[in-house]
């Protein structure tokens, strides 16, 4: 099982970035999968969740904000991030779980600053 995000940087206060995570190694259609992001400091959170059916669940910090998308064909997890807040500040991580062990990919760095 391999995940790998991209898409992170630099944004001010209210603008967007689009997190990529390519997932290769399981079937990916038939997992749910999810992004957390971790702050200095801090303990790493779930962001977003989405199913193997396309349900959707998010945390309230971002609810509004935030989309969680799923690719099949591209075997993607997707993570659109509007009106963003330097609170938003942290490393984006994808998981999946696949029989019962946690996989995580290496992280994308999202700065949120003016």
């Known amino acids: 099982v391999q995940l790998v995000e991209s898409g992170g940087g630099l944004v001010q206060p209210g603008g967007s970035l689009r997190l990529s995570c390519a997932a290769s190694?399981?079937?990916?259609?038939?997992?749910?999968l999810s992004w957390y992001r971790q702050a200095p400091g801090k303990e790493r959170e779930l962001v977003a969740f989405i199913s193997a059916g396309g349900s959707r669940n998010y945390a309230d910090s971002v609810k509004g904000r935030f989309t969680i998308i799923r690719d099949n064909a591209k075997s993607s997890v997707y993570l659109q991030m509007n009106s963003l807040k330097p609170e938003d500040t942290a490393e984006y991580y994808c998981?999946?779980?696949?029989?019962?062990?946690?996989?995580w990919g290496q992280g994308t760095q999202v700065t949120v600053s003016a």
């Open positions: 998981k999946v779980v696949v029989r019962a062990s946690n996989y």
């Open positions: 190694g399981f079937t990916f259609r038939t997992y749910a």
